[in-house]
């Protein structure tokens, strides 16, 4: 369910969701407790912490409710609240229940006993609860809060190498065998930074 973007018809950028991608991680390298991981992702803002720097560890924590597809056409509103809420609904029940019970938003669960208001008792818990995806910058963002994807920076300057090498491939090529045919052969790997294979392989 991890995305760096909404993934829908307007696919607005979360330009900081690499912040819960590494969280997950650390807390894996710690050896985090199960059930403090899951509260942590469910909860983790209303947990006691002892230091500034663990309640903002927490709080990352909680990118597991707020990363994931999302349907900002609808120009906000009840509707986009109650789609939002259905998809954490579904993340938290697979995830941590190993069950689907999204499908109770419209009737009960045919073969599990879930019924509707076993659903809606859930969605009263996340309805309670606000995503705030962010205020710095205001003015960059849209009406919903994400940021504008026009607002998004270039990748640094040092990647220019494997697009320059892409300008001398001959015209008419876009395979390896085309390439192949032309006499050539394949251009040596590019050294990559770690930290930007990441987001050019997902990009």
């Known amino acids: 369910r991890y995305a760096d973007s909404v993934g829908r018809t307007w696919n607005a950028p979360f330009p900081y969701a690499w912040k819960y991608r590494d969280w997950v991680i650390a807390s894996f390298n710690a050896d985090k407790p199960y059930n403090r991981f899951i509260a942590e992702q469910i909860a983790g803002d209303l947990l006691p912490a002892k230091?500034?720097?663990?309640?903002?560890?927490q709080i990352t924590g909680t990118g597991f409710l707020a990363l994931g597809s999302l349907t900002l056409n609808a120009?906000?509103?009840?509707?986009?609240?109650?789609?939002?809420?259905?998809?954490?609904?579904?993340?938290?029940?697979?995830?941590?229940?190993?069950?689907?019970?999204?499908?109770?938003?419209?009737?009960?669960?045919?073969?599990?006993?879930?019924?509707?208001?076993?659903?809606?008792?859930?969605?009263?818990?996340?309805?309670?609860?606000?995503?705030y995806p962010g205020q710095a910058h205001q003015s960059n963002h849209t009406a919903a809060g994400y940021l504008d994807p026009e607002m998004l920076v270039s990748l640094p300057t040092d990647l220019d190498g494997p697009v320059d090498r892409v300008r001398e491939i001959p015209q008419g090529v876009h395979t390896m065998s085309d390439l192949r045919q032309f006499g050539g052969k394949a251009p040596p790997p590019y050294d990559l930074e770690p930290d930007w294979v990441m987001g050019i392989r997902e990009g």
């Open 51 to 57: 230091t500034v720097e663990q309640r903002r560890d």
């Open 75 to 131: 120009g906000g509103g009840e509707p986009y609240l109650l789609d939002q809420i259905d998809d954490q609904i579904d993340v938290t029940t697979r995830g941590f229940l190993g069950l689907s019970v999204a499908c109770a938003r419209c009737h009960d669960h045919k073969y599990d006993p879930v019924m509707q208001r076993d659903y809606y008792a859930l969605a009263g818990i996340f309805y309670s609860s606000w995503t």
